[in-house]
């Protein structure tokens, strides 16, 4: 059977993701070190609540700020949450060569955030 259909995971595949970008940005509005900070936002249980559905947005960017002690908007933390992707180059340009042949399907565990 040849193979019709190729399916691409979002992160770590066709984008890199890197938390770090998330933490520098709301390290200046934090209320907490930066390592706690990161702790806080990548140790616990608050990103896996949001990405399984569990939390709304807003509740989740309200928990952010509380337990950060955040002193900036959600329109802050929305942006610094969302903005750390970046293309894989290698996988970008393969693409647009696979296309021809091949159904290229997406797949990601994305959060409305990331969306």
């Known amino acids: 059977m ?5 399916v691409f995971d979002f992160g770590n595949v066709v984008s890199f993701f890197d938390h770090r970008l998330t933490t520098n940005r709301l390290a200046a509005h934090a209320g907490i070190p930066a390592e706690a900070l990161h ?6 249980s ?7 559905g569990k939390l709304t947005t807003a ?21 610094a949450w969302a903005d750390v992707f970046r293309l894989n180059e290698a996988i970008s340009d393969l ?9 290229l399907l997406l797949g990601s565990n994305t959060n409305e955030l990331h969306a």
Do not use: D, M, W
Not at 2 to 6: D, G, L, N, V
Not at 39 to 44: P, V
Not at 47 to 52: L, N, Q, T
């Open 2 to 6: 040849a193979i019709q259909t190729i």
């Open 39 to 44: 702790a806080s936002l990548f140790g616990t």
């Open 46 to 52: 608050l990103e896996e609540e949001y990405e399984s």
């Open 59 to 79: 509740e989740f960017l309200s928990q952010i700020r509380e337990t950060c002690k955040l002193s900036c908007a959600n329109e802050v933390v929305a942006q």
């Open 95 to 103: 693409l647009p060569r696979l296309k021809p042949r091949y159904r």
